[in-house]
């Protein structure tokens, strides 16, 4: 594999993770918007509803790190081939 091909497979499957965390991100809070402003129900499945959209806030949290920790992952790539040269 040649040396330029590696950092832009790394910039590739982070630029296809931000996407991808972006998408999830604005269904995710669409869906909630939804729920919130169209839900009329009884205490106990409201209760339920709010650890689910909890649970789906965790989720979204989760994949924005990990495209954070992904992007410092290529700025060391980047740094460690720029020493290199």
């Given at each position: 594999m040649n040396r330029n091909e590696e950092p832009a497979r790394s910039?590739?499957?982070l630029?296809?993770?931000l996407a991808c965390t972006l998408?999830?991100?604005v269904v995710q809070l669409w869906a909630a918007a939804v729920i919130v402003?169209?839900?009329e129900t009884t205490a106990l499945v409201a209760a339920a509803v709010a650890l689910v959209l909890a649970g789906g806030l965790v989720a979204?949290?989760?994949a924005w790190r990990?495209?954070?920790a992904n992007r410092r992952e290529l700025d060391a790539e980047i740094r460690e081939s720029l020493v290199r040269l």
């Open positions: 910039r590739r499957r630029t296809e993770r998408v999830f991100t402003t169209q839900l979204v949290h989760d990990g495209v954070r």
